[in-house]
Nanobody, 121 residues
Framework: QVQLVESGGGSVQPGESLRLSCAAS????????MGWYRQAPGKQRELVAS????????NYADDVKGRFTISKDNAKNTGYLQMNSLKPEDTAVYSC??????????????WGQGTLVTVSS
């Protein structure tokens, strides 16, 4: 069984920073790609950032470019989302998603349970 567990969410004031973590566990051979999504109240889920491990290519939503940074520690099977200069409109439940190759050489698309980020003065 493969699972993702996010951590690092919380309540901060505008302009502050948070770092979200996404730890993968289970029979994992590799994690070729990972993404962070968010869903604000009353809105659809949107892709915030993604990373392709083999190429190192990252992509960001326009409204987080220059503020958020996605990264991954392959040795720890853990992904991160560093969020700086947070704004109230960044308030949402953030979820990580990963494409994982298992020990049986199957590819799975796995989601974490989500972590709440609240930005408010």
């Amino acid at each position: 069984q493969v699972q993702l567990v996010e951590s690092g969410g919380g309540s901060v004031q505008p302009g502050e920073s948070l770092r979200l973590s996404c730890a993968a566990s289970g029979s994992i051979v590799s994690i070729p790609a990972m993404g962070w999504y968010r869903q604000a109240p009353g809105k659809q889920r949107e892709l915030v950032a993604s990373i392709t491990i083999t190429s190192g290519v990252t992509n960001y939503a326009d409204d987080v470019k220059g503020r958020f940074t996605i990264s991954k520690d392959n040795a720890k099977n853990t992904g991160y989302l560093q969020m700086n200069s947070l704004k109230p409109e960044d308030t949402a439940v953030y979820s990580c998603q990963a494409r994982i190759m298992t020990a049986t050489r199957r590819f799975l698309e796995v989601w974490g349970q989500g972590t709440l980020v609240t930005v408010s003065s």
